[in-house]
């Protein structure tokens, strides 16, 4: 799902009623517009983002794309089901500064976490070192 506005301000650019910064400016622009219209769909998943990771994001031009750009396959209930199977992903968890709005609004996390479940074992866990420190080295 595209945006209402976001149709016309395209419209503007393609007959070419916007200057090239006003273009550069477009997703700033509509975020700004999301954050000030009463019941934006990409604010109530903000609202979600936060209520579930207790972090205060106001969103962002970059998050704001992907999330309408998957709208269309996703409801705002699954972005509920979405954050909550999220949050049980020890990975996650562990490393707090990976999950922002951006990151679980691609459409590969949002497909990994629409049926998450969770795992004893950490993902991504790096190979332990395996040599022996306990002996002195060899010369």
Do not use: C
């Amino acid at each position: 799902m595209i945006h209402p506005y976001e149709n016309v301000l395209k419209r503007f650019a393609e007959f070419g009623l916007m200057s090239k910064s006003e273009e550069d400016e477009l997703y700033i622009f509509l975020l700004w517009i999301d954050q000030n219209v009463k019941d934006s769909p990409y604010m109530t998943f903000i609202g979600i983002f936060n209520k579930h990771t207790g972090k205060r994001y106001k969103g962002d031009a970059k998050s704001r794309k992907l999330f309408y750009e998957s709208f269309a396959l996703y409801s705002l209930a699954d972005y509920e089901t979405i954050m909550k199977n999220a949050m049980t992903d020890k990975y996650l968890r562990e490393n707090d500064g990976i999950l922002r709005p951006e990151f679980i609004t691609k459409s590969e996390n949002l497909a990994k976490y629409i049926n998450y479940k969770p795992t004893n074992t950490i993902q991504h866990e790096p190979d332990q070192d395996k040599r022996n420190y306990s002996e002195p080295p060899q010369i």
